[in-house]
């Protein structure tokens, strides 16, 4: 579990409060205000009906919900929409054709403004070209591109489509996305010649190259790879004829005129491959009714947001599900302008972010915890040279956020005047689903405080009771929610093993995080209970990369761990056993295993450490103790070793580990 200061129960001061109420002049003109919570409380159903209903459908919904084929939901049954013409053309219509959508902030300096009106052009054109192309409602694409808003125009045109995407995020490797196209059979890649990294030009296509292969090893399903091109700068750029097409020879020459069908509230939208316990990634299906509805709702509500007037910022990227939530459907089905940043937050400098949130006067600023401990880091002069007065509500995301960094992010960035949202949900719940209100809840620092109106949570124990406040038990989610995943990607047994089986007799969903109450009713989610680690925000399990180590030809056997990281939230850190017969060769080998992960997930799984060991502690059923193994990586005493065959081995750990 994180150890991420998680405590709580820290005794509140004049400068450290407990909880920090809403400050009042937002409290007193909030779009979300307390009878929210009432009205959902009197009947949910009716309530997410409600919600539906602020969307636009080409014909309404009978039902809004069918539970009866549990765990596999229907939500507003009968209904049909567009999810594209939601996030668009409804906007146009409106008259916010000239209202800008996205304010591009590319590299190496590059910037583009896109309304609303010449969005949905761009989106209209790609949608013209790629029906050319002979897909059909329900085929896959594969989205493989860095931050430019030709994805964004990609991930639109496959929703007026229908055609569901599955978006791999550009900085995995040519085999990560090669598994992915394969397991959602896709018909279309589209990726870009190449990325800018930190200013400077890197192949991208290459790696869609190397991932589809060539003839007995090529990816079968794959007709077609259409290529934007963003840095033009790549030599070696390779070119399969009859497959790959330039987005500028085509999309670039289509009508910008398109006229869209409506589907199905449960037609599938798209697929996200995450990482889980065992075996390889999952795609996590989520459809379209559901989906938009709860992040049209969450973006409204707990961003408190005002089209007009607003300036909203995800830092996240597309490849993850905070980019396509808060940074594509949530955004845009409310008919926001916002930021899509193309770099890193230290490229050219420590000031990027700071000048453009006073460039664009952001008013409302979306980021996960382990960058504002960045930011903490590099210290607070950095951002006090800037004009933040814009700012008006902070949000995070992605990983228990420690007190401290709450406090300085609610001080130095937010004035002490910016209410904090901090929003717990995962890749499969698909919109937030715990987090308070910002004019409404008191907010404690580290607490994602309460389950949002219409979504209920419980904590519970082994035995499916709730747990007294102040313990720990499961966080589980006992009824069903909008925007629930529908189902792993070609594998109902997964799906139902995964999230439904651990509390199959209540049929609970399972989120695989330990939280726990605080004596005022406060909820604190306080990391996952199973091998998946979270670092940098990012979810990697330990399987997967130790799937990677033994996959070169000097590892016996590994064991991975996440270790509790002062920036990361955690790092992971790998104890190896090295083949008979293979020299120990020291850093050389230790940067030759790290460079084999990044090669064959991807930088982001690029253990912290990696610690060579004569053998790894097991018990007398042969599992590996991860819990002793982070003991060491942590440096803590050793926990109890007495279940082990060998105690002694430990000791060769810890000399190995200076
Ligand atoms: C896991 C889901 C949420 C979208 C990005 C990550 C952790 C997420 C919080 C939070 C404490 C959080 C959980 C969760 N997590 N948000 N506010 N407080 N933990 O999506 O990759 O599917 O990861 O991230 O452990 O299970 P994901």
Same mark, same amino acid.
């Given at each position: 579990?994180?150890?991420?200061?998680?405590?709580?129960?820290?005794?509140?001061?004049?400068?450290?409060? /407990?909880?920090?109420?809403?400050?009042?002049?937002?409290?007193?003109?909030?779009?979300?205000?307390?009878?929210?919570?009432?009205?959902?409380?009197?009947?949910?159903?009716?309530?997410?009906?409600?919600?539906?209903?602020?969307?636009?459908?080409?014909?309404?919904?009978?039902?809004?919900?069918?539970?009866?084929?549990?765990?596999?939901?229907?939500?507003?049954?009968?209904?049909?929409?567009?999810?594209?013409?939601?996030?668009?053309?409804?906007?146009?219509?409106?008259?916010?054709?000239?209202?800008?959508?996205?304010?591009?902030?590319?590299?190496?300096?590059?910037?583009?403004?896109?309304?609303?009106?010449?969005?949905?052009?761009?989106?209209?054109?790609?949608?013209?070209?790629?029906?050319?192309?002979?897909?059909?409602?329900?085929?896959?694409? &594969?989205?493989?591109?860095?931050?430019?808003?030709?994805?964004?125009?990609?991930?639109?045109?496959?929703?007026?489509?229908?055609?569901?995407?599955?978006?791999?995020?550009?900085?995995?490797?040519?085999?990560?996305?090669?598994?992915?196209?394969?397991?959602?059979?896709?018909?279309?890649?589209?990726?870009?010649?190449?990325?800018?990294?930190?200013?400077?030009?890197?192949?991208?296509?290459? &790696?869609?190259?190397?991932?589809?292969?060539?003839?007995?090893?090529?990816?079968?399903?794959?007709?077609?790879?259409?290529?934007?091109?963003?840095?033009?700068?790549?030599?070696?750029?390779?070119?399969?004829?009859?497959?790959?097409?330039?987005?500028?020879?085509?999309?670039?020459?289509?009508?910008?005129?398109?006229?869209?069908?409506?589907?199905?509230?449960?037609?599938?939208?798209?697929?996200?491959?995450?990482?889980?316990?065992?075996?390889?990634?999952?795609?996590?299906?989520?459809?379209?009714?559901?989906?938009?509805?709860?992040?049209?709702?969450?973006?409204?509500?707990?961003?408190?947001?005002?089209?007009?007037?607003?300036?909203?910022?995800?830092?996240?990227?597309?490849?993850?599900?905070?980019?396509?939530?808060?940074?594509?459907?949530?955004?845009?089905?409310?008919?926001?302008?916002?930021?899509?940043?193309?770099?890193?937050?230290?490229?050219?400098?420590?000031? +990027?972010?700071?000048?453009?949130?006073?460039?664009?006067?952001?008013?409302?600023?979306?980021?996960?915890?382990?960058?504002?401990?960045?930011?903490?880091?590099?210290?607070?002069?950095?951002?006090?040279?800037?004009?933040?007065?814009?700012?008006?509500?902070?949000?995070?995301?992605?990983?228990?956020?420690?007190?401290?960094?709450?406090?300085?992010?609610?001080?130095?960035?937010?004035?002490?005047?910016?209410?904090?949202?901090?929003?717990?949900?995962?890749?499969?719940?698909?919109?937030?689903?715990?987090?308070?209100?910002?004019?409404?809840?008191?907010?404690?620092?580290?607490?994602?405080?309460?389950?949002?109106?219409?979504?209920?949570?419980?904590?519970?124990?082994?035995?499916?009771?709730?747990?007294?406040?102040?313990?720990?038990?499961?966080?589980?989610?006992?009824?069903?929610?909008?925007?629930?995943? +529908?189902?792993?990607?070609?594998?109902?047994?997964?799906?139902?093993?995964?999230?439904?089986?651990?509390?199959?007799?209540?049929?609970?969903?399972?989120?695989?995080?330990?939280?726990?109450?605080?004596?005022?009713?406060?909820?604190?989610?306080?990391?996952?209970?199973?091998?998946?680690?979270?670092?940098?925000?990012?979810?990697?399990?330990?399987?997967?990369?130790?799937?990677?180590?033994?996959?070169?030809?000097?590892?016996?056997?590994?064991?991975?761990?996440?270790?509790?990281?002062?920036?990361?939230?955690?790092?992971?850190?790998?104890?190896?056993?090295?083949?008979?017969?293979?020299?120990?060769?020291?850093?050389?080998?230790?940067?030759?295993?790290?460079?084999?992960?990044?090669?064959?997930?991807?930088?982001?799984?690029?253990?912290?450490?990696?610690?060579?060991?004569?053998?790894?502690?097991?018990?007398?059923?042969? /599992?590996?103790?991860?819990?002793?193994?982070?003991?060491?990586?942590?440096?803590?005493?050793?926990?109890?070793?007495?279940?082990?065959?060998?105690?002694?081995?430990?000791?060769?750990?810890?000399?190995?580990?200076?």
């Amino acid at each position: 579990m994180s150890s991420a200061g998680q405590s709580g129960t820290e005794s509140a001061t004049a400068e450290h409060p /407990k909880a920090y109420p809403p400050p009042e002049e937002f409290a007193a003109s909030a779009v979300a205000t307390a009878d929210l919570y009432d009205e959902a409380d009197a009947d949910r159903l009716a309530f997410w009906a409600k919600q539906a209903r602020a969307l636009q459908w080409d014909t309404d919904f009978t039902d809004t919900l069918d539970w009866s084929n549990a765990p596999f939901a229907k939500w507003f049954v009968g209904g049909k929409l567009n999810v594209a013409a939601n996030c668009l053309d409804r906007h146009v219509e409106a008259g916010n054709g000239d209202r800008v959508a996205i304010h591009w902030v590319g590299e190496p300096g590059d910037t583009r403004d896109l309304t609303y009106a010449q969005l949905l052009a761009e989106v209209s054109k790609a949608a013209n070209y790629i029906g050319e192309l002979g897909l059909t409602a329900g085929d896959r694409v &594969a989205i493989y591109m860095p931050m430019v808003p030709e994805a964004i125009v990609a991930i639109l045109a496959c929703a007026r489509l229908g055609l569901p995407h599955s978006v791999v995020f550009a900085g995995f490797s040519a085999a990560a996305l090669r598994s992915r196209v394969d397991d959602a059979e896709a018909k279309l890649v589209i990726t870009t010649d190449g990325q800018f990294r930190r200013g400077k030009p890197a192949p991208l296509k290459s &790696a869609v190259d190397e991932a589809l292969g060539t003839g007995e090893d090529a990816a079968k399903s794959v007709e077609h790879v259409l290529v934007v091109k963003r840095t033009d700068h790549d030599p070696d750029l390779n070119w399969v004829q009859g497959r790959d097409l330039w987005w500028h020879e085509t999309v670039g020459q289509a009508s910008d005129q398109h006229s869209y069908t409506a589907f199905d509230a449960e037609h599938p939208l798209f697929l996200l491959y995450t990482s889980g316990t065992t075996g390889k990634p999952k795609g996590i299906l989520h459809t379209s009714g559901g989906y938009l509805t709860q992040i049209a709702y969450t973006f409204k509500n707990v961003f408190d947001h005002r089209p007009e007037t607003d300036v909203f910022w995800c830092g996240a990227d597309i490849g993850w599900v905070t980019g396509h939530s808060y940074l594509v459907y949530g955004p845009l089905s409310n008919g926001a302008t916002e930021i899509v940043y193309e770099g890193t937050p230290n490229s050219p400098n420590e000031h +990027r972010h700071f000048e453009i949130i006073e460039k664009y006067k952001v008013t409302t600023y979306y980021v996960a915890p382990t960058l504002i401990r960045t930011f903490m880091k590099w210290g607070r002069e950095i951002p006090d040279a800037h004009d933040l007065t814009s700012l008006r509500l902070l949000g995070s995301v992605g990983e228990p956020i420690n007190p401290e960094a709450w406090r300085w992010y609610r001080t130095v960035i937010g004035a002490d005047r910016c209410p904090i949202v901090d929003t717990w949900w995962q890749t499969e719940t698909g919109a937030m689903m715990i987090s308070p209100l910002p004019g409404v809840t008191h907010a404690k620092p580290g607490s994602a405080m309460r389950p949002l109106p219409g979504i209920s949570a419980k904590i519970v124990d082994d035995d499916a009771n709730p747990v007294a406040p102040g313990e720990q038990g499961y966080l589980v989610l006992d009824q069903p929610w909008p925007s629930m995943l +529908r189902g792993v990607w070609g594998d109902d047994d997964r799906f139902r093993d995964t999230y439904w089986s651990r509390f199959a007799a209540q049929g609970w969903y399972f989120a695989g995080d330990g939280a726990r109450y605080d004596e005022d009713g406060a909820l604190w989610v306080l990391g996952r209970i199973d091998d998946v680690m979270n670092v940098s925000g990012h979810r990697i399990s330990t399987s997967e990369v130790e799937s990677a180590l033994v996959g070169h030809s000097g590892v016996a056997e590994a064991a991975v761990i996440g270790a509790a990281d002062e920036t990361t939230g955690q790092g992971i850190v790998a104890f190896v056993i090295l083949r008979s017969g293979v020299e120990d060769r020291g850093d050389e080998l230790i940067d030759e295993l790290k460079a084999h992960v990044s090669k064959d997930i991807s930088p982001i799984a690029k253990p912290r450490e990696i610690i060579v060991v004569p053998e790894l502690p097991k018990t007398r059923s042969g /599992k590996i103790m991860r819990r002793l193994l982070k003991d060491v990586a942590e440096g803590r005493e050793l926990g109890d070793t007495s279940t082990l065959v060998d105690p002694t081995v430990f000791e060769n750990i810890r000399r190995r580990n200076g």
